[in-house]
């Protein structure tokens, strides 16, 4: 009996250091911020982790083998879906527009496999009681749900008093992702690669490739990041 315990005591240990050490090398992401593949990632790793401490029948060498190749493999993937916009959004999913203008979406909301109950809590959650006050709103991949409220319909804060009244903000658009341009979303803003083009010039770019993330803001001005930034001093962490 005490070697049984004992042999438990340290599956366990072995367990939970694979564990974290899967974990490490995975990455930090916090839950809310998390994936269907993050999700399906832990939860096998996981259950490979309750297989060391429970089950005696398979060899610690075998379950060991699984966790590192599994952990390979997820490691692999994100590595991969960083790189490739097409995998990332297979892996990690798109956000879907579920309501425009105070108009619910129905056909994106049943592609989301969301109902119109849960769609009104979820507002209801963010502050949001009427749904006609709402500019835009969109499923997340993460399952959140994030709102853009009709500039009549936002919170007045101090600058609103020392300022006269600002116009209809829109949702910033994307324009740039990982050196590719967003195509679609240029037409949809009414613009074309040739102004893209002239903007990119005004900012001293050649080329849209050496942009990694490029977004016109809901201000009308053209936000750039590019792959190589002009930065003085090394990034900090918080301990």
């Known amino acids: 009996m005490a070697f049984h315990l004992g042999d438990i005591v340290t599956r366990t240990f072995l367990g939970f250091g694979l564990l974290l050490l899967s974990a490490l090398v995975l990455g930090k992401k916090m839950i809310s911020q998390m994936s269907y593949f993050d999700f399906v990632t832990y939860i096998t790793l996981g259950s490979l982790t309750g297989a060391i401490i429970l089950d005696h029948h398979i060899s610690l060498a075998d379950l060991i083998l699984a966790i590192a190749a599994f952990s390979f493999i997820s490691f692999l993937t994100s590595v991969v879906s960083l790189k490739n916009?097409?995998?990332?959004?297979?892996?990690?999913?798109?956000?879907?527009?579920?309501?425009?203008?105070?108009?619910?979406?129905?056909?994106?909301?049943?592609q989301s496999r969301i109902s119109m109950?849960?769609?009104?809590?979820?507002?209801?959650?963010?502050?949001?009681?009427?749904?006609?006050?709402v500019k835009q709103a969109f499923l997340e991949p993460n399952g959140e749900l994030s709102v853009l409220l009709a500039a009549e319909a936002r919170p007045l804060t101090l600058g609103d008093y020392q300022r006269a009244p600002v116009p209809e903000e829109?949702?910033?658009?994307?324009?740039?992702?990982?050196?590719?341009?967003?195509?679609?979303?240029?037409?949809?803003?009414?613009?074309?690669?040739?102004?893209?083009?002239?903007?990119?010039?005004?900012?001293?770019?050649?080329?849209?490739?050496?942009?990694?993330?490029?977004?016109?803001?809901?201000?009308?001005?053209?936000?750039?990041?590019?792959?190589?930034?002009?930065?003085?001093?090394?990034?900090?962490?918080?301990?």
């Not at 009104?120 to 502050?127: E, T, Y």
């Not at 990982?178 to 893209?196: F, N, P, R, S, Y």
């Open 85 to 110: 916009r097409k995998v990332r959004k297979i892996i990690g999913g798109t956000a879907l527009e579920l309501i425009r203008e105070g108009k619910i979406l129905e056909e994106m909301l049943e």
């Open 117 to 133: 109950e849960n769609l009104v809590s979820q507002l209801r959650l963010k502050g949001v009681f009427e749904i006609q006050t």
């Open 170 to 239: 829109n949702l910033p658009v994307e324009l740039i992702i990982d050196g590719t341009v967003m195509t679609e979303k240029l037409v949809k803003a009414g613009l074309d690669l040739a102004w893209l083009l002239q903007e990119l010039d005004k900012h001293g770019v050649n080329d849209y490739k050496d942009i990694a993330y490029a977004v016109l803001t809901s201000k009308n001005k053209l936000y750039l990041d590019k792959y190589r930034d002009d930065l003085h001093g090394a990034p900090r962490t918080r301990g």
